[in-house]
């Protein structure tokens, strides 16, 4: 059975948050020096975390993202990855991941049947990684997406967030790069999700600015047609290479939007921009019947009206989202805890 919300759209993808804990500090993500942590005791069991998509599925969910925080922390998460890649339902399970662990991480993942993976990468200068992220471990990073295609994933993705003044000079460095390891870069647009407390106009790249620069360096750029209602609008260079563009800031694609999210603690989330959720945890611990929290994850889909990032973009004098002041107080508010 699949349903429809107050916009017609359907629920097709679920993104699992599976911890709220990053090891990188990205100054678009996580720019303070603290953070108020989930409790440890209300972080779902990946066996939780596998009954409530099985409950997804039965609503018309058929793809799953794993994410956080960074999901390689998680202990195990293979073991999730492997209880998950066994549902027939399931056609489509991919992770995203910043690479830190990933070198060790990459075989045991494909061995547990992970199909598909992206790799968080927004620079290729050791110094710049170390300032944008707080941690100098670019070489890991690299040595990660080496040691996932020698796992024998393809079709990698690079996730690239450009910043003015920050890597905006590195989009022709970031699609050869990609170009020599075989993965699809796309280029996302600096959002003023929960977690960017520093996010100012001034610093978004657009979508038009990236492909103007673009231009300028490898000439006409074709769009690719597709109809999906993937995040990503692709392009195509001269030579053949494709690239993507996630232009959630200039060009939100609210309308098309089939994603709902579930935080590691089990709270579900309707929009990147939500800014509250529904507790699954407590009826999922307290033994509420697999009808009961069906229904309430139809009701909460079949209410959902979001458009947040098109509301955001109709707001005059744009700052950062959520203040700092408030995120101190609910960790749900933050990106890192809702998964990217
Ligand atoms: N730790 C993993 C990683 O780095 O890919 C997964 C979680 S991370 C929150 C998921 C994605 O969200 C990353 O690609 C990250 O760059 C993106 N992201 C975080 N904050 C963002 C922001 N303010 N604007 C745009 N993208 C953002």
Same mark, same amino acid.
């Given at each position: 059975?699949?349903?429809?919300?107050?916009?017609?759209?359907?629920?097709?993808?679920?993104?699992?948050?599976? =911890?709220?804990?990053?090891?990188?500090?990205?100054?678009?993500?996580?720019?303070?020096?603290?953070?108020?942590?989930?409790?440890?005791?209300?972080?779902?069991?990946?066996?939780?975390?596998?009954?409530?998509?099985?409950?997804?599925?039965?609503?018309?969910?058929?793809?799953?993202?794993?994410?956080?925080?960074?999901?390689?922390?998680?202990?195990?998460?293979?073991?999730?990855?492997?209880?998950?890649?066994?549902?027939?339902?399931?056609?489509?399970?991919?992770?995203?991941?910043?690479?830190?662990?990933?070198?060790?991480?990459?075989?045991?993942?494909?061995?547990?049947?992970?199909?598909?993976?992206?790799?968080?990468?927004?620079?290729?200068?050791?110094?710049?990684?170390?300032?944008?992220?707080?941690?100098?471990?670019?070489?890991?990073?690299?040595?990660?997406?080496?040691?996932?295609?020698?796992?024998?994933?393809?079709?990698?993705?690079?996730?690239?967030?450009? =910043?003015?003044?920050?890597?905006?000079?590195?989009?022709?460095?970031?699609?050869?790069?990609?170009?020599?390891?075989?993965?699809?870069?796309?280029?996302?647009?600096?959002?003023?999700?929960?977690?960017?407390?520093?996010?100012?106009?001034?610093?978004?790249?657009?979508?038009?600015?990236?492909?103007?620069?673009?231009?300028?360096?490898?000439?006409?750029?074709?769009?690719?047609?597709? =109809?999906?209602?993937?995040?990503?609008?692709?392009?195509?260079?001269?030579?053949?290479?494709?690239?993507?563009?996630?232009?959630?800031? =200039?060009?939100?694609?609210?309308?098309?939007?089939?994603?709902?999210?579930?935080? @590691?603690?089990?709270?579900?989330?309707?929009?990147?921009?939500?800014?509250?959720?529904?507790?699954?945890?407590?009826?999922?611990?307290?033994?509420?019947?697999?009808?009961?929290?069906?229904?309430?994850?139809?009701?909460?889909? @079949?209410?959902? @009206?979001?458009?947040?990032?098109?509301?955001?973009?109709?707001?005059?004098?744009?700052? @950062?989202?959520?203040?700092?002041?408030?995120?101190?107080?609910?960790?749900?508010?933050?990106?890192?805890?809702?998964?990217?």
């Amino acid at each position: 059975m699949s349903i429809v919300d107050a916009l017609n759209r359907p629920l097709r993808s679920l993104r699992l948050s599976v =911890t709220d804990r990053c090891n990188l500090r990205c100054h678009y993500c996580m720019p303070e020096d603290e953070y108020l942590w989930l409790p440890r005791e209300d972080v779902l069991t990946f066996e939780e975390t596998a009954r409530l998509a099985d409950l997804f599925a039965e609503v018309g969910v058929d793809r799953i993202r794993l994410t956080g925080g960074e999901p390689l922390l998680r202990r195990d998460v293979p073991e999730l990855v492997r209880l998950l890649a066994a549902r027939p339902w399931l056609r489509d399970l991919a992770l995203t991941t910043n690479g830190v662990l990933l070198a060790d991480a990459a075989p045991e993942l494909k061995r547990a049947g992970l199909h598909r993976l992206t790799v968080s990468l927004d620079t290729l200068r050791r110094d710049r990684f170390q300032r944008l992220t707080r941690m100098d471990v670019l070489d890991r990073v690299l040595a990660g997406i080496d040691a996932a295609r020698r796992a024998g994933f393809t079709g990698l993705k690079l996730d690239t967030v450009v =910043t003015r003044g920050d890597n905006d000079d590195e989009l022709v460095d970031l699609i050869e790069y990609g170009r020599e390891i075989d993965a699809e870069v796309r280029f996302i647009e600096y959002m003023d999700v929960g977690g960017a407390t520093r996010w100012r106009p001034e610093a978004v790249v657009s979508r038009a600015d990236m492909l103007a620069r673009l231009t300028d360096r490898y000439g006409p750029i074709a769009p690719v047609a597709e =109809t999906s209602s993937a995040p990503a609008e692709r392009f195509r260079l001269a030579d053949g290479r494709t690239f993507g563009i996630i232009a959630s800031t =200039t060009q939100p694609f609210c309308r098309t939007c089939d994603r709902a999210r579930l935080t @590691a603690d089990g709270v579900l989330l309707l929009c990147l921009y939500a800014q509250h959720g529904t507790d699954l945890r407590r009826p999922l611990r307290a033994g509420a019947s697999h009808e009961t929290l069906l229904r309430v994850i139809q009701a909460v889909w @079949a209410s959902r @009206a979001d458009r947040g990032a098109e509301e955001r973009r109709a707001v005059r004098d744009r700052g @950062a989202f959520i203040p700092v002041s408030v995120l101190k107080r609910d960790a749900h508010l933050e990106m890192h805890t809702r998964g990217g």
